[in-house]
């Protein structure tokens, strides 16, 4: 399998809880869609193969969900993971939601904080600070506003393809689309 079709299946990854307003409505909707773009860092060369993604290049991610059912829907999760291969961009994911907090994970989807910490050694002292924003594995939107039939919530983040210096033995070449 390519490497661009493995980052591919990647954005059919997200996860989706949600739950009726009342308690007496067992519906659970799902319906989550997720988009992928290609941001490309190198628009303006001439020569670049806009089919592919190259060191340098964000992926932006667009989660979509639309509540389904006819009564309204509260707490709704909807989680996805950073594809492998990218590393996520600090700072770019948001949402349209009012009452949504955004979380990250650094440990495979295990926990969720909205700033990860990770214990750090300092002049010989134990120091928990932020973890950097390239060993974030997951993203998670909680939203807590009422969703009514038929409505949507939409929330993003991107993901860049790092640079790399090439080596004699590594692959440089760009991940695409037909393989």
Do not use: C
Not at 2 to 17: C, D, E, F, P, S
Not at 94 to 110: F, L, N
């Amino acid at each position: 399998m390519k490497r661009w079709q493995q980052i591919g299946l990647a954005i059919m990854t997200g996860v989706l809880a949600a739950a009726p307003v009342h308690a007496q409505d067992a519906v659970r909707p799902k319906a989550l869609s997720i988009t992928a773009t290609i941001i490309s860092a190198a628009e303006s060369a001439q020569d670049a193969d806009k089919s592919a993604l190259h060191p340098g290049d964000a992926v932006r991610y667009e989660l979509e969900f639309t509540n389904v059912v006819d009564v309204p829907v509260q707490n709704v999760a909807f989680t996805d993971r950073i594809p492998h291969g990218l590393v996520y961009v600090s700072g770019s994911s948001a949402s349209d939601g009012r009452d949504v907090t955004i979380e990250y994970s650094i440990d495979g989807g295990a926990t969720y904080h909205e700033t990860p910490l990770i214990d750090t050694v300092v002049d010989g002292e134990r120091v928990r600070r932020p973890a950097p924003p390239q060993s974030y594995t997951h993203i998670r939107w909680l939203v807590r506003d009422v969703i009514q039939p038929r409505a949507k919530v939409t929330a993003e983040f991107r993901a860049r393809l790092p640079n790399r210096t090439p080596s004699k033995d590594s692959d440089s070449s760009p991940i695409g689309r037909d393989g």
